[in-house]
């Protein structure tokens, strides 16, 4: 289903009509009538006992409303919601819109009242918007099924807001006239249709060109990001989330855990969808108004017309920081700039027009620059001083705009004198920006859309793998009455997924360890081996370097003796002695972290001390592509060592992306792994592959 | 001087006062009249022709006027400019105004003409402002030397611009209304009056509380910090920096060099000085307003008032981002909140009045919340639902703000309803922020101010060091026509600043090594020494951990012959043989370059490979105080690794504050010195001390 319904309705009932102009439900039925619906559907309302409202013939109930409905507006307390639902039902409502408060917002008692509105609507096969919602609107068809103080200007943009209040505050903002909106949607507390409902709902509709999001949580984490890539291959989707909720009270016990929260998740979850994330209600707007209102930016070369050398350096300042670039004229541009400027102009990007520029200049200017190959945006710059033609630049700049295929967007600095200007550019659909770095930032959100749109094509591999034998390490541990694996477990594991690991075995005795050694060669690592033990280095458990029998045994004793010290609870099974790993190799982290919205985290970045002090690393929700894989590496701040620095070779990057794809795999193909840590692989020179040397993993309960 | 004449002057000429309105001198004339000047002052047109301007008498020359004038506006073509000034000084006229162009921002000609200007003011003891600006503004006196496009209304903000174009734009901002100034200076091309000059006239003026400064570049960087530590105990100053400009061609040949540049010099001195430095132009607006308009924030608590669940959420994230904490309410407040609000409002932080609140509400909300002492700052958001009293609450708020002495400013969201609201806030002077992030940056602005309130008084120590050596190593060195000082004589001059070094002498064959380890004892280890090899180890002239006799020689046979072989051209004195020193330490970098406008920039952050690839440094100029190198310590991201990491103990602070302060006097005790790396430094646990491993010099040509 489209939702068509909600949005465009042959009839509409308002459950809860009112005579009272200070009840809602009189508010929902005067926006039928005033924001023109009722002129082109069926509005009935229905009140236990008018007989008529706004002119309209009222019905005691739905039932006894002749022919079909095709949405309920319901607006009645909440103790009657649930039967009104029910008898929408009955009278075979497709879509209801339940604006009425008092339920899971509103505690246990309200949830369970929540609980049984999904039931009914479940049950008839009723789509439900809310509860607790402002209500639903659709400029085009026209339809205003809400209780907003107006009907907001028709435009490019959908809104969907879980907060109401947040988004009267947005219809505020768009009946000012900046902002026109397509449809407009609260969607309170998502008892049904949810933000993944919407986005479907609007991927195809013609009306839409940019959609946006407000919200707080979501609940289908991978489904999101499923629906939100496919939609964003169509349209923008620009996102702002609110509420950085920690899981404070979960006790982590790996370093990705500590490092993974719900921001990190979000964060990579809009980045895999291809939703652009809006790091402020402001930029929200200004990013949305640009893609909404002005062609698609083609390239990242920005042209800059100014009539003011300050505000020029300003707004280039601010491009270069957002990752674009001042395009680089053809000499042909130049010549035809200087030809028509003042000696005193500048033709070069920025091209200042000076002061005393009329609209003419500005438009000889815009003409020509826009012509260049090498333009793919403009942005002009205005002051208004003692002689600059205000409205009649912003004239030629919106009559230009119309005749390219290129997006210009404004930056009219000051308020009192270009406010005229300001309005004159709206009306051709020139978003204005009142100063420089925001009109950057605007074209940095254009130029971000470009790149979801070049996106390649997700390449997804599966490896062939021993999921039986990680199967029974986790029956192993679990008959155990244990959760966490350490090192000498998580090697079968890793084996099993084909990653590689040191040689090593578990020695009980010192006498056991010098037979292994002597099988593998020295030097040898030795480590403690116990299941109660997770973080070896605090108690002295691990010994790098050993070259010989003795050192071995010693090191073997005083290992045993200083555990039975610190912890003397622990359970020991002797140590573990390990193939010491060829030197030369980067250590780096792979990590995992379950998140609750959207589920495999996993965490990629530079091991040792400089992943706990720096926190420089990186996330992809699993499943993710290679290419997704091979970005990761290129998205830590410190990813140049990667390359080698200082006459280093390079490592081998194949062999993390190989790693985080097996990682990803793992963790999908076992939901009970609630974290892991791959802390240090070890990587060699190009060509020369990884070691996992040490890995720790924790099982749900 | 205080520059009382450009300010307010007892008498005004116009030279260039013309009875045409559309040009220049007619404006300027007009603003004196209009802004209300002519009625508390004289005003003396001067023209050529003209009997009577504006109903002015008008003069042909400045000498004919009779009686002294305190300032003369210059608005004619500047090829009359400089003998008009002449004239000026032959009046005795102490301040002058030079509105005309066609100076320094001409090319070769204007600079000629600029230093003209300069001399004949020097010659009469002028003070110039401009050339090339748009004139002067004091609201209070009241004068509008300049030509502008109206009068800005009053206001504690003064605001001093080099880009008069932008000037313009700022004035349009505050004849809209919201932003009240005090003073506007529209500097041009800075020939004698700078910022300098203006802090100090400003510093002491009554009618201003917040100095503004748009600046593009600074002649004089070590009096600007000077002067503006001092006037930001008094008020604060909010700057703006554009230009980004590097030092592109000079060879850089340093790390510290490639680190730094102009953008990191006015880091530095801003945050030296006490200036606020905005990032954008609207964050320049929005914290003055704030600054401006309210009382000081004397912490960093801040309580939410809101009648909108979404938007406190957002509201929460921003102030927590900006480093402000929620402030933690009394028992007694949420007992007495709880009374009054509905029961499902929110008496915690953030306080949720629901999306019914009326005025009354709101008030009863506010005043509980004031009076908490946890409460140093309260933010009330609002958004336009449909019951909510928007003016009503302004005017609650607005009240409340003229009775106490903390800071309260407002996040009413939307636009076309909430207008009036905030035209009422704006009456009380309380500053609004269309979105939730603005106006936590604006507290942010805030909390910085107290924090520069707050900075201890400086403490500056002078060592006992050897000037004399280190001045003979330069002789020595120029003398030879070199510039650049590598390891082996950069060791003298450590030593004459006290700094610990490591035990190391120059062999010039391999016996004389075996001989000089000998002395030294094993390990060693072994640098190519030659005046043309700054970096070692990129042609292999670098080997640690020599252990005997052999591996010495082997290794110095192969340095040599590998330096050869790579820069036949260079010249070898041999290879340095060093004392190895201690395994354990911290490998850190200490270096300085210095900025054509600020001097020595002295850098500090980790060594090794991470300088270089996570650019993780932190810069000072010097001179600077024990406070500021210890600061320096805890502001590179990786700083938790001094304070010792995964059982690692505490590296020895104390010994990098004394290196960087004694590298600070070396470089102020020798201009000469350009530019200068100690890389590594290494640093030893805490008591240890830290001992300059490599150093690099770069001389003045």
């Known amino acids: 289903m489209s939702l068509k319904e909600f949005f465009n309705p042959n009839t509409v009932a308002v459950i809860g009509a009112s005579t009272n102009p200070k009840k809602l439900g009189y508010a929902v039925l005067e926006n039928l009538v005033a924001g023109g619906y009722a002129k082109v559907g069926k509005v009935y309302p229905v009140n236990p006992t008018a007989k008529e409202i706004l002119g309209l013939q009222a019905y005691p109930t739905v039932q006894e409303v002749p022919g079909s409905i095709d949405l309920a507006v319901i607006v009645i307390p909440y103790k009657y919601v649930p039967e009104a639902l029910r008898t929408c039902g009955e009278k075979g409502i497709p879509a209801v819109i339940v604006i009425s408060a008092g339920f899971r917002e509103a505690g246990k008692e309200g949830l369970e009242r929540e609980l049984e509105l999904i039931e009914i609507a479940n049950q008839y096969g009723i789509r439900v918007i809310g509860p607790n919602c402002l209500g639903v609107i659709d400029t085009f068809t026209p339809l205003n099924a809400s209780f907003s103080a107006g009907t907001p200007p028709s435009g490019p943009m959908a809104f969907m807001s879980q907060s109401g209040a947040l988004g009267t505050a947005v219809l505020d903002i768009s009946l000012a006239g900046r902002l026109g909106l397509s449809k407009f949607v609260s969607l309170g507390n998502k008892a049904d249709v949810d933000e993944i409902d919407l986005l479907k709902a609007w991927e195809d509709d013609p009306h839409t060109r940019v959609i946006m999001i407000y919200s707080e949580g979501m609940s289908n984490g991978q489904e999101f990001i499923n629906t939100a890539r496919q939609v964003t291959a169509k349209k923008p989707v620009v996102a702002i989330k609110s509420g950085v909720t920690q899981s404070g009270s979960r006790a982590v016990s790996s370093h990705t855990g500590s490092l993974a929260g719900s921001e990190q998740a979000y964060h990579a979850a809009f980045l895999q969808a291809g939703v652009l994330r809006a790091e402020s209600m402001q930029s929200l707007f200004d990013v949305a108004l640009a893609l909404g209102y002005q062609p698609l930016l083609q390239g990242d070369r920005i042209a800059i017309i100014t009539n003011a050398g300050g505000p020029g350096i300003l707004a280039t300042d601010a491009l270069e920081r957002s990752g674009l670039s001042l395009a680089r004229f053809e000499n042909e541009t130049i010549t035809t700039l200087a030809q028509y ?337 791959i802390n240090p692989l070890m990587v060699y020179p190009q060509g020369q592959g990884a070691i996992a040397i040490d890995m720790r993993l924790v099982l749900s309960k």
């Open 341 to 677: 400027l003042p000696d005193a102009a500048s033709a070069a990007n920025p091209v200042d027009v000076l002061g005393d520029a009329l609209a003419d200049r500005y438009n000889h200017a815009l003409q020509t620059v826009v012509a260049d190959p090498n333009v793919d945006g403009l942005l002009v710059v205005l002051t208004p001083q003692a002689m600059t033609e205000i409205e009649a630049t912003a004239d030629e700049i919106g009559r230009l705009s119309k005749t390219i295929d290129k997006p210009i967007i404004t930056c009219f600095m000051g308020e009192a004198q270009v406010k005229t200007g300001v309005a004159r550019l709206e009306t051709y659909r020139v978003p204005n920006y009142p100063f420089p770095e925001r009109a950057a930032l605007a074209f940095k959100g254009m130029s971000d859309y470009r790149q979801v749109l070049l996106r390649p094509t997700p390449e997804y591999v599966e490896f062939d793998v021993d999921r039986h034998q990680t199967q029974q390490v986790f029956d192993q541990v679990r008959e155990q009455r244990r959760l966490s694996i350490g090192d000498s477990e998580a090697r079968q594991i890793l084996t099993a997924y084909g990653l590689q690991i040191p040689q090593s075995e578990i020695a009980a005795t010192p006498d056991e360890a010098v037979e292994i050694a002597n099988q593998i060669g020295y030097p040898v690592v030795l480590k403690i081996a116990s299941p109660d033990i997770l973080h070896k280095t605090d108690v002295g458990g691990v010994k790098v370097g050993l070259s010989n029998t003795e050192q071995l045994r010693d090191a073997y004793e005083l290992m045993v003796y200083r555990a039975q010290r610190y912890l003397p609870q622990a359970h020991l099974w002797g140590c573990l002695v390990q193939q010491m790993v060829p030197a030369g190799g980067q250590e780096v982290l792979v990590g995992m972290n379950r998140d609750p919205q959207f589920g495999p985290l996993v965490t990629f970045g530079l091991g040792g001390i400089y992943v706990e002090t720096l926190k420089d690393v990186t996330f992809r929700i699993a499943p993710f592509s290679v290419q997704s894989a091979e970005k990761m590496l290129t998205e830590i701040r410190a990813h140049a060592i990667l390359d080698g620095v200082r006459g280093e070779p390079p490592v081998d990057k194949a062999a993390i992306v190989d790693t985080l794809l097996r990682i990803g795999q793992l963790v999908q193909d076992f939901p009970e792994i609630v974290e892991l840590d």
